[in-house]
């Protein structure tokens, strides 16, 4: 009996070192959770049979430290949950290594080439989007004409009224700066991607009066619309003007006439220098894809050469109100085969109980080598004594047999 009790240790031990040696090996591989042999005794009724490894258990809860990498398309997640994948067989995985990249399909995909779990987004659309696999559209971003601009600026208080009037009547002929105080310049885009320059003229009314207009010129034409609108200001320099937009409308053809509302909310007359603090327009020209980065949010932000970025997917993180019983397969990934593992949740990063992300990071190792050194030694020190009781067993039956 004690021969099988010796072994059994020894067989119990050599599980153990399996478990100590795989976290040894790994302890450089990103998003790795140490991993535990739990030794427990055996029976036969009442009488001691050895020693097995009942169970083996994962630091699931312990986060690896961040190791920063400086690619757009790694991410950590900093507190609970997994990134989900999918394998060409249809299994899902989880994982906490955040190795993304674009297939040659156009599709996000992990470190091993599995198809990253999410929404697909659609740009410009108010919704949560497809659930499934995340497809980057890498096809022209089509034009979008100009609908908006907002300007913001303080004019001074200080211009005096100009001494020669406004006129723009020959488009060939630029103003005389004379008769302005100010000028500005937006850059506008029609439906077919054609920049036009959208150029105000701000002029003090009278130096008694808190009122200015603004004449505007497309492209140094007078709009069909919207040539001019007076700002006027109370005694606190705080525009009064109940709306605060002003219409434009203009005929770029072969292009779809363009009709543009520009507001000028947050608007302000006071003394000093006149400075412009909004001067934004929407619509873009056409652009080639160029591509694609996380952003902090999960939402995976598609690039293009017209400056613009659109998001086209929305990452979702899996947690578990069981993880310690997911089971570990290889790439660094879990499988949730059996009903162990508890409710499952699917969220936003950052929401509920999914931990936000940080990108351009990715999440080490939660291996401490110092520690598994120390059991490695231990368990040494159990083989040893083992094969002591084997060795001592056996002595004790040859003194026996020369004593028969």
């Not at 478990?19 to 009724?45: D, P, V």
């Not at 740009?123 to 696999?133: K, L």
């Amino acid at each position: 009996m004690s021969f099988n009790i010796a072994l059994s240790g020894i067989q119990a031990v050599n599980e153990q070192l399996n478990s100590i040696s795989n976290n040894i090996a790994n302890a450089s591989t990103y998003g790795y959770k140490a991993q535990r042999a739990n030794f427990a005794s055996m029976y036969a009724g009442s009488q001691p049979t050895g020693v097995q490894v009942g169970s083996t258990t994962q630091n699931i809860g312990l986060t690896g430290g961040l190791l920063s990498t400086g690619r757009s398309l790694d991410a950590s997640i900093n507190g609970r949950g997994f990134f989900v994948s999918k394998t060409t067989s249809g299994e899902t995985v989880y994982s906490r290594v955040g190795i993304f990249t674009k297939d040659g399909s156009d599709f996000l995909v992990d470190s091993a080439g599995r198809r990253v779990q999410g929404n697909q987004l659609t740009p410009g659309v108010a919704s949560e989007g497809v659930p499934g696999d995340i497809k980057v559209p890498t096809q022209t971003l089509e034009a979008k004409a100009t609908k908006a601009i907002d300007f913001a600026a303080n004019l001074s208080a200080d211009w005096k009224k100009p001494t020669v009037a406004f006129d723009a009547s020959d488009p060939t002929v630029a103003p005389d700066p004379a008769s302005y105080n100010m000028t500005k310049v937006t850059l506008a885009f029609d439906s077919l991607g054609k920049s036009h320059t959208v150029s105000q003229y701000f002029v003090r009314d009278d130096d008694a009066a808190n009122s200015v207009t603004v004449h505007t010129l497309i492209d140094g034409k007078v709009p069909t619309a919207g040539d001019s609108v007076k700002l006027t200001f109370d005694a606190n320099g705080k525009m009064t003007n109940d709306p605060t937009t002003l219409k434009l409308g203009f005929n770029p053809a072969p292009a779809s006439p363009l009709d543009i509302t520009l507001d000028y909310v947050g608007t302000t007359f006071q003394a000093g220098e006149a400075t412009t603090s909004v001067n934004i327009a929407d619509g873009y020209t056409t652009g080639q894809y160029v591509g694609v980065e996380l952003a902090s949010d999960g939402k995976v932000i598609a690039k293009y050469s017209n400056g613009e970025q659109q998001a086209v997917g929305q990452i979702k993180l899996a947690t578990f109100s069981n993880e310690d019983a997911l089971i570990p397969v290889n790439d660094t990934s879990w499988t949730a085969n059996g009903a162990d593992v508890g409710t499952v949740s699917l969220d936003n990063p950052g929401a509920s109980a999914a931990g936000a992300l940080s990108t351009a990071t990715l999440e080490g190792s939660n291996v401490d080598i110092t520690s598994e050194l120390v059991g490695l030694m231990g368990s040494q020190r159990n083989y040893q004594a083992n094969s002591k009781v084997i060795t001592t067993e056996n002595q004790m039956l040859q003194s026996l047999m020369q004593a028969m």
